[in-house]
């Protein structure tokens, strides 16, 4: 939510998903987001705003304090990210003057439509050195497909790599991807498909396991990377039984009959969503990416204390 203050500012408030990392942004009016195709940012879709000197201040005990770095490359820069969460909340880049040198991502603030923003594009991904990507050397999904395609894929520190059996390709629009605006899905910035788990095979390395954020009812389980903090995939429903989801607040749960509830119920638990952004080759601009507008289907989210 934005106050109005001086000098045509706006006041932003902004947290981690969980709470642990709360901020204000001071600044004029964001109507304007910028976004790189580098290997880091577009796997963390970030939003980024430049604020002015002093326009991010950090709630006491709030701080960077709570978060984790990440760095690779040449380590100009650190991106910093929530270790239970995961959101991504800025960037600094280490000799650039004040006022150039931090990026906050907007996805962590409540009530910014990202969607509504202009944006800025930048061209990261030309800068060299080149990502160098990292190859999946598991077994293969067990899933039988039929002329499918075989995508692997990583967080980007490599902890993690993955292959996903697909029914196509994605130009082919034979896997559908969505996006969302709940207040999870926003701040991970992820691009989800929803295959059965068979088609998916995830391997991780025991020096950057992923790590998992569960909240509210706990219906999810959000997998992501606790070195690099890219997510990675989600578990629905993990330990949660068929009663406890029959009491989901949401409209469309409570006018299913108990078949098709137990019916929604066992595909949910059969299938692994995973970041489309991690995978290697994906063959974007394409096919269409659906944005399900779920910012206001219950359970509302609420900033934890
Ligand atoms: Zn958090
Ligand atoms: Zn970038
Ligand atoms: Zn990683």
Known sequence: MADTAPQDNQTYHGNCHCGAVKFTLTLPTITMINECNCSICFRKNYAWIFPPVGGLVFQEG??????????????????????????????????????MDIAVNVRAINDLDIWSLKVNTFDGAAIEPAYVTHPYTGPEPEAVVENGKLYTGSCHCGGTTMAFKSRGAFSEGKEKVHECNCSICNRDGTSLAYPPASHVAVSTSPSAPLTHYRFGRHYQEHRFCSVCGVPVCTRKLPDVSLEEFSLHPNPIV?????????????????????????????????FEVAKGDYKDSPPEYEVPA
Not at 68 to 97: D, L, Q, W
Not at 272 to 283: T, W
Request: glycine share 14%.
């Open 254 to 286: 409570k006018e299913m009959t108990p078949e098709q509830l137990k019916a929604i119920y066992e595909k949910m638990q059969n299938m692994l969503p995973i970041n489309v952004r991690c995978l290697d080759g994906v063959e974007w601009g394409s």
């Open 62 to 99: 709030r701080g960077r304090e709570k978060m984790k770095g990440y760095e690779f490359g040449g380590k100009s820069m650190v991106h910093e990210f929530c270790p239970t969460c995961g959101t991504g909340i800025m960037g600094k880049r280490h000799n650039a003057p004040a006022g």
